[in-house]
């Protein structure tokens, strides 16, 4: 069985993957409440038996189990542990308890989770510049639009939640490690203060949180997972964009 544990629990498992943008989002929540909990970190190559019972139709991490249930989807467990956990650590609630601003702040979680990760794959996927630099453009302009979603959520202040970090800011925030590892990976850069200014200032103020550090993986480390998998996949290796065009 892959996987090896870590931390101590609150009758809290989570099975994932470091590398994972939709794992980190439940890691983020749950260090967000201050809980403890089991991390399992499971192998794409060789799944657990746990993890296969405990998300047996789709089969994927995240996985949270709480006292022997399984909570699958990382966008329902962060919710999951919202609601499950309202009051721990004092911590302020990830989404709010106004329902229209929750409708809100659901609407942009869901954006996310339809177009960032469908927009962005392809610019791995392009197999010439070309390829690589359209598909960075529809990047480009989901990010756009997001710049334009945080001046609206935030309402001047620090995160999409406002004062406190929110669902927008967990869901988005679980894919800044690839999102800034894309130009090393790609060649083509997505994460532009010049195009996305309050976004690329978000993320610095996202990442420094204490309950975010050191779950938002380093360049170099994806670009290493990154060149395994494609070998593991019997992918080429991506060529950055400057030797393309040579
Ligand atoms: N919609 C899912 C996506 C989870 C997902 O795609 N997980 C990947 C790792 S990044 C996985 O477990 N893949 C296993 C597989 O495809 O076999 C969520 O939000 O939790």
Redesign the pocket.
């Known amino acids: 069985m892959a996987g090896e544990a870590t931390g101590g629990g609150q009758g809290l498992t989570l099975l994932g ?1 470091w ?5 980190i ?2 890691r983020i929540a749950l260090n967000l409440k201050g809980l403890t909990y089991v991390y399992t970190e ?1 192998s ?1 190559y060789d ?1 657990s038996e746990l993890l296969l019972n405990s998300n047996p139709v ?5 996985v949270l189990i709480h006292d022997g249930k399984p909570v ?6 962060v919710q999951y542990i919202d609601e499950a956990f309202p009051s721990a650590a004092g911590g302020a609630p990830i989404l709010p308890s106004d329902p229209y601003d929750s409708a809100v702040a659901r609407f942009w979680a869901s954006y996310v ?1 339809d177009k960032l990760y469908s927009t962005w794959v392809p610019v791995f996927r392009g197999r010439t510049a070309e390829e690589r630099v359209e598909a960075a453009r529809q990047v480009f302009a989901v990010l756009e639009t997001l710049e334009q979603a945080f001046k609206e959520c935030s309402r001047g202040k620090t995160f999409f939640g406002g004062d406190t970090v929110g669902l927008v800011d967990v869901v988005l925030g679980g894919h800044l490690g690839w999102l800034y590892a894309t130009e090393a990976i790609c060649g083509v850069k997505v994460v532009d203060a010049a195009k996305t200014p309050l976004l690329v200032a978000w993320a610095e103020r996202f990442c420094a949180l204490d309950a975010v550090k050191g779950l938002i993986p380093d360049v170099e480390r994806l670009v290493e997972y990154n060149k395994a998998r494609r070998a593991g996949l019997g992918l080429p290796l991506l060529l950055p964009y400057m030797e393309l065009q040579q």
């Open positions: 993957l590398a994972s943008p939709f794992v989002r439940a499971e794409l799944k789709l089969k994927k991490v995240p699958c989807e990382s966008q329902i467990i989770e």
